[in-house]
């Protein structure tokens, strides 16, 4: 089955659960477990830093960073698509009592002379700017890579106004492998950097932070504070260890099949009714069984969630959940259809059942499900 939503569905592989199986562990909290140890030495030194912190998510890693370098009242800059913004929950202003000051960036990107602009002047009117977020790759930019000459040109902008600089390269990986630029040379502009091994990387769980000494003694409190202290954590460290010994150079794969399903879709016009249609075809005679294609969510005549089986359309409108019309639960939706195609329901049961889950969901969280990429457009279920 290829899953198109989001590279956070990968799964462990044999080979990295035997690692973590085997893996030795000892109490992470008391600094003690080696294998948590050695992640973080690998870690340090592919980002060429000092040191490196082992937390729980992207998300923690994150915000952990915004903790150390921020007090409350500060102002952070940051790109307006930014998922330090954009989806860890209000985490900034929440735990660390800051502004967020949100540029608008060319798919991501931020220029220097943009930054520069925003930078809020001493005077005791306005909050200091005492961080900058940068995104690389940049997931709502449609991962995009940050030129290293523009992130230069914005180190020099900082320096020069005292200010710290925090990368969310959750997919930094995903950047080295196109350019060959070294993960250090993109590292060395920032003081601290965040890297996720849940994502195309394959393993379970688990993000590093790379910073000096200092600062990852720093972080290290604020992450229990923030209550990512981990025990016996050496068994993920070990799936972390495995996805950098193995998995980096196969991202590779991922964006020659992510080129070949970009080629197969060229031309077409998403979203709009036959712009969809059109793409469910191509990608069942790109390979997939079962497409999903959510457009519930769009405003107007053509918005439909589809289902295509590679012969005929269904219009999932009737079904949709009504008591929403955002994006959030048309993404749901279309997710659990999803799901329950991949576990073998015909198409009808699938959309009941996923219409089951959604309205009980909604009923105990009805925040659930925003969705990051325009990948979470299509569902594709592979043939055979
Ligand atoms: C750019 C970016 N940063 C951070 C995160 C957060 O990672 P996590 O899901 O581990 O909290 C994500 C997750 O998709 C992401 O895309």
Redesign the pocket.
């Known amino acids: 089955m290829i899953d198109l939503r989001?590279d956070?569905v990968t799964k462990p592989s044999p080979a990295m659960r035997e690692a973590m199986a085997q893996a030795e562990v000892g109490d992470d909290v008391f600094g003690e477990d080696p294998t948590v140890n050695r992640l973080q030495e690998v870690a340090a030194r592919l980002l060429g830093k000092e040191a490196a912190l082992f937390v729980p998510?992207?998300?923690?890693?994150?915000q952990l960073c915004v903790r150390l370098h921020t007090r409350p009242g500060d102002e952070i800059i940051v790109e307006a698509g930014?998922?330090?913004v954009r989806?860890?929950s209000g985490a900034a202003a929440g735990l660390s009592g800051v502004q967020t000051h949100w540029l608008p960036g060319t798919r991501g990107i931020l220029e220097a002379d943009q930054i520069e602009a925003a930078i809020r002047p001493p005077d005791y009117h306005n909050p200091p700017t005492t961080l900058i977020c940068l995104?690389n790759t940049?997931?709502r930019g449609g991962g995009t890579i940050y030129p290293l000459e523009t992130t230069k040109a914005i180190r020099k902008v900082a320096e020069a106004r005292g200010i710290a600089m925090h990368l969310?390269g959750?997919?930094l990986f995903n950047a080295v492998v196109v350019t060959g630029v070294p993960a250090a040379e993109y590292a060395r502009h920032f003081e601290t950097v965040?890297f996720?091994l849940?994502?195309g990387l394959g393993a379970p769980v688990g993000?590093l932070i790379c910073a000096d000494r200092e600062r990852v003694v720093k972080l290290r409190r604020l992450r229990k504070m923030f209550g990512g202290g981990m025990r016996q954590a050496g068994i993920l460290a070990a799936a972390g260890l495995y996805a950098l010994e193995h998995n980096i150079a196969r991202l590779a794969e991922d964006h020659a099949h992510a080129k070949r399903l970009a080629e197969a879709l060229a031309g077409i016009k998403v979203p709009d009714a036959e712009g969809m249609r059109e793409a469910a075809r191509r990608i069942h005679d790109f390979g997939a069984r079962h497409v999903v294609i959510k457009g519930g969510h769009l405003q107007g005549p053509n918005a439909v969630d589809l289902y295509y089986d590679g012969k005929d359309f269904q219009e999932l409108k009737e079904e949709r959940i009504k008591t929403r019309s955002n994006h959030g639960t048309g993404c749901t939706f279309s997710a659990a259809i999803a799901a329950y195609l991949a576990h073998g329901l015909p198409p009808l049961d699938a959309v009941a059942r996923a219409k089951e889950y959604v309205t009980a969901a909604l009923r105990t969280a009805p925040d659930i499900g925003r969705g990051?990429g325009p990948l979470n457009h299509f569902h594709a279920f592979h043939k055979g």
């Open positions: 989001s956070t998510s992207g998300t923690m890693g994150n930014a998922h330090v989806y860890e995104e940049h997931n969310d959750a997919r965040t996720c849940s994502k993000s990051a």
